[in-house]
């Protein structure tokens, strides 16, 4: 049953509108692309199908790997996921109603991706569009790098203050 692997985090107004979507498209709203939506919209991270399948697995709900990828399709098409290559041979998906618009910084080293908003960066998006005549439509900025805590593993990064 649905409901007993339902997360009690999950977006209902999500989940509706993704039900919604599919009636609308013709196509079958069913416990198991309810249960994929519900993951990824209860995540406030970049999950992969992957990591999907691990949650649902973990609650006890069977779901095939066919079906988180087209489920997966399905709520990018729809605008309600943004689908996400950092580069590590898969994509990666968040939630994309309801957030404020964001760029990543990710360490290639560990895979961990940290999510940044700078208000400096937002007003010199629309500087650089006017100096060569674009008008602005979308930006997305992706730094590749290596995170504090790797940097610290590696003997790179400087010992934090204090510890001299």
């Given at each position: 049953?649905?409901?007993?692997?339902?997360?009690?985090?999950?977006?209902?107004?999500?989940l509706d509108a993704f039900r919604r979507y599919l009636r609308e498209h013709n196509l079958p709203v069913t416990s198991q692309r309810e249960l994929v939506a519900d993951v990824i919209f209860a995540s406030t991270g970049h999950l992969s199908a992957d990591?999907?399948?691990?949650?649902l697995r973990a609650r006890g709900a069977h779901v095939g790997k066919a079906t988180v990828y087209r489920t997966l399709d399905l709520l990018a098409e729809s605008g309600m996921i943004t689908p996400r290559d950092f580069g590590e041979g898969f994509r990666r998906f968040e939630r994309a109603p309801g957030r404020r618009h964001h760029e990543h910084l990710i360490c290639m080293r560990c895979g961990k991706v940290v999510e940044f908003v700078n208000e400096?960066?937002?007003?010199?998006?629309?500087?650089?569009?006017?100096?060569?005549?674009?008008?602005?439509?979308?930006?997305?900025?992706?730094?590749?790098?290596?995170?504090?805590?790797?940097?610290?593993?590696?003997?790179?990064?400087?010992?934090?203050?204090g510890s001299r």
């Open positions: 049953m649905a409901s007993s692997v339902r997360s009690e985090s999950a977006a209902p107004p999500l990591d999907i399948e691990r949650v400096r960066l937002e007003r010199m998006k629309a500087l650089i569009a006017e100096e060569y005549g674009f008008r602005h439509h979308h930006h997305r900025l992706e730094i590749f790098g290596t995170c504090p805590e790797c940097q610290q593993r590696d003997g790179v990064a400087p010992p934090p203050s």
